[in-house]
């Protein structure tokens, strides 16, 4: 499988992680900031919250590991605030969910 692929296979694992106040997942939200692939299998998810103050990010890192744990087996989360996330990052299919629940952009 090339890594262009199985990136895509991740990406695609953690739409099942969802934000825990909106309920939309992490990756529509512009959350998941880059998957790097290592030598050996392994894989760093550099990922980013809507605030640094979010107390839940033991429990979206277990998810994280959980949501690609059939795929690969190793992974690091590595939290990161730059470039500062914005709505700007939203995915279409995030814009739309959030839309449905009310959020206007």
Partial sequence: ??????????????????????????VDLGLVYGVDINDFGGVAINVTLTTPA?????????????????????VDVNWVWNPPWSTDMI??????????IGFNF
């Fill in 1 to 26: 499988m090339s890594n262009d692929s199985l990136i895509a296979e991740i990406k695609e694992a953690l739409k099942v992680v969802l934000d825990p106040e909106l309920g939309i997942s992490i």
């Fill in 91 to 100: 995915t279409e299919d995030g814009r739309a969910q959030l839309s449905a």
């Fill in 54 to 74: 979010c107390p839940l990010t033991d429990t979206i890192e277990e998810q994280i590991k959980q949501a690609v744990s059939h795929i690969v087996s190793e």
